[in-house]
């Protein structure tokens, strides 16, 4: 029998307009004060700003600049692992969200700096913070991932 009679869903609509979602909410605010509750704009927006500050990359060459202005070449040098695309992607992530200044010299050969901006520079406390932590319990973590890992092969082998 052909589908005449039966209940067809109406056509949907198509996709959504594309928006950043992020599970994670901030909390609300305290009792008693008058905080309007974050709305979907601003957690979107932090959750951008987050994502960039967050990245890998970026905490490394922030890091890197917090001695004061590099080029390029020297910024490639001091961060290890890092492509001369991924520098390049970073960089101007970090020029166009105003955390890096890029300054390019009337020279020949052309020479351009890369440093900090004010902006910038207020990460950078938080930034070396994040790695200071990183570095102090660097062997906690690598025992229990050690442990974690050994719990994973003992239950893999035991399930065969």
Known sequence: MSGIGKAVPPPSPGPEPERAYSP???????????SPPPDDDAVCGVREIMDRVGDRWTIAVVVALGDG???????????????????????????RDGLVRRTVHPVIPPRVDYELTTLGRTLL????????????????????????DARSRATASAAS
């Open 69 to 95: 202005a590099r080029r390029f070449s020297e910024l490639r040098r001091g961060v290890e692992g890092i492509s001369q695309r991924m520098l390049t992607v970073t960089l101007r992530g970090l020029e």
């Open 24 to 34: 994670v909410r901030p909390a609300p605010a305290p009792a008693g004060t008058t």
């Open 125 to 148: 406390d938080s930034v070396r913070t994040l790695m200071s932590w990183a570095l102090d319990h660097r062997g906690e973590i690598d025992a229990a991932r050690g442990r974690f």
